[in-house]
């Protein structure tokens, strides 16, 4: 033996007889929709709703449109920081957030003003947020958290909300809001698997993008879809078409449906970035147009317009009379964002801690006054220029 | 008041059951911590006394583990979660700076996350690897994390009691090492040490010695041993820093020593020691010493008592800096 163990066979090459291998090839993953990018209804799967829900939804979707465009220019003028829109997702943003109720908890990834607003956030507020005032983080009179900038890293705290949730007995849901690259994340992984364990009241809602800033979704993930990563979960999965947004609100309302009997469920909304990652993003450098054009012909507004057709819903649209009621309300939320007062540097020492530290007490009377005896810092510090 | 004689692990079991039986909205979950107690046995008992909706065995996921209890935190309640060793925290290092430590900053106070995380650390137990990390420093550094870490079985209770109860995140760090080689009388019922005051050991002249959880003990011997007049400081929380009770000490003494097991560079010594220059250099009357850790990582158990200071060690750098 000389120590060493019966020398081994040399590796096979194929598959020993019984020997069965999972396969995702193997699974067969629909992916829902009510309206096709060709226009055909699928009237069986019209959710119920009513003839000015359903114009409301419109509005929406066009409040999402224009909120990123005016916002996006906005960061142009220097009026705003970096800015995360959600142009082409209008429809996965919108219908989702349309299935919630007021007691769900929203935990944010950037893109979904829309989302936000119906979840009553103030458009103020949004703006400020992206002007830097932590301030608007409290997400003032709506169950929002703050947005996740480290991407993925709001799983677990859904599941903890969630759990938190099942503990009291509250008649909600937590919403998790993400993209197809945080589904690359250790903390969706676990976030998700304890969900599963625990069997709380959590809604993943991932919105396939297509990119990571530059990553397409191919070289994200081995996986087909991110639908089917819920099954290695034990929670359920559900694949929409996210530029359907009826198909969308569906989708959400059955897995809210679902989790609010202890299944957590994932989602995953198939939709497209139009825009780039942010306004510091070149999208040009990684994607053709001839792509980003083809997602345009699958436009959600396009799409929703095509069924509000259908059923006869759009003369009681006054497109013009959205968009200038949307513009007024950016205007107005824009005025009041820069009627924002400017605050005190006591502000970024005191929300730290319930009660200041000595040594962080120390740190802001020494600033405090610093600031006093030297005017000329006001040159280094520009509140209200960035925001 | 019946004063129970406790282990350090016991006085960790005895402030959770106190707890948990005096707010019903703390919450112990963890990994083998509800069926079998911990791997330790720091929360054996809970499981019986409490109920499985509060006491909870969780996947081996310390990132859910962390950040589940954010979440919970911010729906009212207030979980106290282990990770079983200190060296498997670093992934969940993300949910402490991330979530934990600045929700409040982030939501000016909409959100808040009273959440206790506790966890063996330091090496001596001839344990396998990544069992011996003492990396108290990175989890000081962040802001908006406190950190505790008690050398006694009064001090583990009262601690940890404060950190229960207080309003923001508190990582707890206990010293395994001397999980259960000493007792001594514990407060029985609810005790509370709070949080960012130093004990002074022992009262002494000529040099300060500055040091916290397991390294306490080696440091205590030393001196005992050395018959030099040193006066002993037991930070108890790094984050927040008693700096009064470490500068009133050095300022009377002008010499100050700081033992820690970490590594040395960065270590929470530099701070100890810059804030004595900061403030209370002119009365200094030796070089600030640092007996630490070496910059490695902590050898496997056959090299390990190499690797933390050791009363030899500590008494040599006492000796040099009070004979300076």
New interface residues.
């Given amino acids: 033996m000389d120590g060493k163990p019966t020398s081994r066979p040399s590796p096979r090459t194929n598959a020993a007889a019984g020997v069965e291998h999972l396969s995702q090839a193997d699974l067969r993953v629909e992916t829902h929709q009510v309206v096709t990018a060709e226009g055909t209804v699928d009237e069986a799967r019209v959710p119920d709703l009513a003839d000015a829900q359903f114009r409301d939804l419109y509005r929406w979707l066009v409040l999402q449109r224009t909120f990123d465009e005016r916002a996006t220019k906005l960061q142009r003028r220097g009026q705003l920081g970096t800015y995360a829109s959600g142009r082409g997702q209008e429809a996965s943003i919108v219908g989702s957030a349309f299935a919630l109720a007021d007691d769900d908890w929203i935990f944010p990834a950037g893109r979904e003003a829309a989302a936000l607003l119906m979840h009553g956030v103030s458009m103020r507020d949004l703006l400020l947020y992206w002007r830097g005032v932590e301030d608007a983080s409290r997400m003032e009179g709506a169950n929002v958290f703050g947005v996740a900038i480290a991407i993925g890293s709001q799983m677990p705290m859904v599941t903890g909300k969630a759990w938190g949730m099942q503990l009291a007995g509250d008649d909600a849901v937590a919403v998790g809001y993400f993209g197809d690259g945080a589904t690359s994340t250790g903390a969706f992984h676990e976030g998700v698997n304890f969900a599963g364990v625990l069997e709380v009241p959590a809604v993943f809602y991932c919105q396939n993008n297509q990119y990571a800033i530059s990553l397409p979704f191919a070289e994200q993930t081995g996986a087909d879809t991110v639908a089917q990563k819920a099954l290695a979960y034990g929670v359920d999965g559900i694949r929409v078409d996210g530029n359907d947004v009826l198909a969308v609100y569906n989708a959400v309302s059955t897995a809210r449906a679902r989790a609010r009997e202890g299944r957590p469920v994932l989602v995953e909304s198939v939709t497209y970035r139009r825009g780039a990652h942010t306004t510091s993003d070149d999208p040009t450098r990684y994607r053709e147009e001839e792509e980003v054009e083809s997602w345009a012909a699958r436009d959600p507004l396009d799409r929703y317009r095509t069924f509000l057709g259908h059923r006869d819903l759009l003369d009681g649209v006054d497109e013009v009379a959205v968009r200038e009621e949307v513009d007024a309300m950016f205007d107005e939320a824009v005025a009041a964002a820069d009627d924002y007062p400017l605050r005190d540097v006591d502000e970024i020492f005191v929300h730290l801690y319930e009660e200041l530290t000595p040594e962080l007490a120390r740190q802001m009377e020494w600033y405090r006054d610093f600031l006093d005896d030297h005017p000329e810092m006001d040159e280094y510090v520009h509140q209200r220029e960035r925001g | 008041m019946t004063m129970p004689r406790e282990t350090i692990v016991q006085a960790v079991n005895d402030a959770l059951h106190t707890e948990m039986a005096a707010d019903d909205r703390t919450?112990v979950f963890g990994e083998d911590v509800a069926r079998s107690g911990g791997v330790f046995r720091a929360t054996d008992g809970l499981l019986e006394a409490f109920g499985e909706?509060r006491v909870r065995d969780?996947?081996l996921?310390?990132?859910?583990i962390?950040?589940?209890?954010?979440?919970?935190?911010?729906?009212?309640?207030r979980?106290v979660v282990e990770i079983q060793f200190s060296g498997f925290l670093p992934?969940a290092f993300?949910?402490l700076v991330?979530?934990a430590s600045r929700?409040?900053?982030?939501?000016?106070?909409?959100?808040?996350a009273p959440m206790v995380v506790r966890t063996p650390y330091g090496a001596g137990v001839r344990a396998l690897e990544h069992h011996s990390e003492s990396l108290e420093a990175a989890y000081a550094h962040v802001?908006?994390l406190?950190v505790a870490i008690p050398s006694t079985p009064a001090d583990a209770k009262g601690l940890l009691t404060s950190a229960i109860r207080d309003?923001?995140p508190v990582l707890f760090m206990e010293p395994k090492r001397v999980y259960r080689s000493f007792r001594e009388e514990v407060p029985d019922g609810e005790h509370a040490v709070p949080l960012?005051e130093a004990a002074v050991r022992r009262e002494g002249a000529d040099v300060t010695v500055v040091s916290w959880g397991a390294m306490m003990h080696p440091t205590l011997e030393a001196v005992d041993e050395l018959g030099v007049d040193a006066e002993v400081v037991d930070l108890r929380s790094i984050s927040?820093?008693d700096?009064?009770t470490l500068l009133a000490s050095v300022r009377k003494t002008g010499r100050c020593v700081v033992v820690h097991e970490a590594a040395k560079s960065g270590g929470f010594g530099a701070e100890v020691a810059a804030t004595v220059a900061e403030d209370a250099l002119l009365y200094l009357e030796a070089p600030i010493r640092r007996v630490t850790g070496f910059d490695v990582p902590v050898p496997l158990l056959s090299m390990e008592d190499y690797y933390p200071p050791q009363p030899p060690r500590i008494a040599a750098a006492i000796e040099e800096t009070a004979e300076f």
């Fill in positions: 919450l909706e969780t996947p996921s310390e990132i859910a962390v950040g589940a209890a954010v979440g919970l935190a911010t729906h009212g309640y979980p992934p993300d949910q991330s979530n929700i409040r900053w982030r939501t000016r106070g909409r959100l808040t802001p908006g406190k309003p923001d960012g927040p820093l700096r009064e």
